[in-house]
């Protein structure tokens, strides 16, 4: 799937201190990544004492394509956003972020702590024009497909208006990383019918109808497969994905309860084991692992703190296809030109 | 489980129209329901002419204990809550909310159009005082145990006060329906810390701290088994309800699709028969049929329209056990007691 054509001199800024395992995931994810994706070199941002011989052995390898971008402080992951932005300016999240800002990278993946990677992000990169508040975009698998959904969970009071550009982002979100012509963009809603749901969401499907996306309508069911994107605020957005995550969890505890009862039980779990290792590797959450920060002036990816190197190679490859195709200056370029902007008491933002 | 104390002369009305089977699933399920709860009569409500004949059969197996309550309409399952109030004034499921308003049955279940059961049996029965809005509240696996949720979707747009008149509802439903002295009660939010959530949330935990209630604050996911009652605005409560019910059928059409796959496979899925049948069993939505419509002055179940006679039994089941554990008159008391009633703009009703 590598696009050398388009990844050019593409740079990713990866924060490789981040999430719960740091450099013993991080470094090893970006080695396979340097060995799959030929066109694109890496930033590896950290404290050099943890990086430097491992980067050292990696440039031997892969030449320039690797650099060391050296950061002595570390965001706790469960560091406060405030605390992080006022005494941490030289984290390697922050430090991966200035990579974009400063020219020298196109896109930065951290897998550190996610409201810090956002307020850093926006005060670093700030707002694309047009663009109220940047939302958090992942995807998940749906029947016969996937679907991504925004916002997972950056913004908690939405108004129509920003569901309305999370549409408008989340649809340009996939035609970048998946080459979609025109994305099917559904709101997620208590009802199929115009008249269900909230105010705001109810506005929300009136002013989408206005734009020239692919709008679908109301959809009630994340996983039916009836939308590329779906729109909701970050705080139903996040529960959706919680509660997806408690589910699943919930159900493959008590399979494996069932298949553990006794002897009989494991031979029958043996018999069946590669239909049920099948079964796990079409759904394993670690193949959706890379959420993006959509609406700033660069591309940001947030790994899950808890993936692994697999998962980790992921986000990477999330974040070299949205930069690759573009991503920042699609949303930038829409935001200033065809659509109407809907009346807002947010002051607009002329566009540059 | 049957409480013949409790249950003395308790009387059930039962809408046997609605539904998407009508008597074909209600009656079954009433004769099975009628031979494991001795204590307990039904009012079989409906059309004459399609129940007359199995009501006569069950007289004369159940004497006194059934009876046929005539409705000469039915409601649509996709009929308008407000056509429904306004032209079927004699449908089953008006007709059998009104045998609680007459004194003739304590509780009332339907299977029918669930905007049109909530409509009506506020207009009917009207609300508790206390209670500015009545809820929907279910009950749902959860890890090692079940949890219910509140509300489901009658209310979308909640405000901090109505979340703390849920969690005091919901909390006296578990009270009443399965004997739990002070059942948990979190609040559903995208993360556990205070300062986490929207603005009505951070007020409803704070509201839910001044209650007596065994208040366990935050919960990020419904399935984790830290809480007994979690209490959520009704827009967000219906997407979790919807994302399980998505999820949990997506997932097992992978799985069908996988022990499908081929010859073998599929004699791997007959190996482990026995266990995923097991499995299957303990997550059956069937087993959790029967949403309780909580704080109007009589007990009102809804049941799923597809319900099966197993699943509508539950549901009959839960009506059963909450009118016999007087779940009104706990509400009743309770709002008229002990509780500091929150600031709110909504008239005070005086209790009675």
Redesign the interface.
Known sequence: MTDSESEGSLVLAVDCMGGDHGPQVTLPAIEAFLRRRPGVSVLAVGQPEALEAEVARLRRRFGGRIELAPASQVVGMDEAPTSAMRNKKDSSLRVAIEQIKAGRAQAAVSAGNTGALMSIARFVLKTLPGIDRPAIATVL???GSRVWVLDL?AN??CTAEHLRQFGIMGSLLVSAVEQVERPRVGL?N?GTEDIK???V?REAAALLRTTDLNFVGNV?????GQADVVV?D???G???L??????????A???RE??N?NLL?RL??L??Y???K??KA??DPRRYNGAVLVGLRGVVVKSHGGADAYAFGQALDRAAEAAAHRLVERIEQKMAGAWPRAASPVTEVSSS
Chains 1, 2 share one sequence.
């Open positions: 698998p749906a029947r969970g908690v009071d997620l208590i749901g909230n105010q969401v009630e069911d994340i996983y039916s909701c970050g705080f139903v996040n529960v959706a919680k509660t997806t995550e408690g589910l699943a969890q919930m159900l505890l008590i399979l069932e298949f009862r039980t029958m779990g018999a069946a590669p239909v049920l099948h079964f079409r759904v």
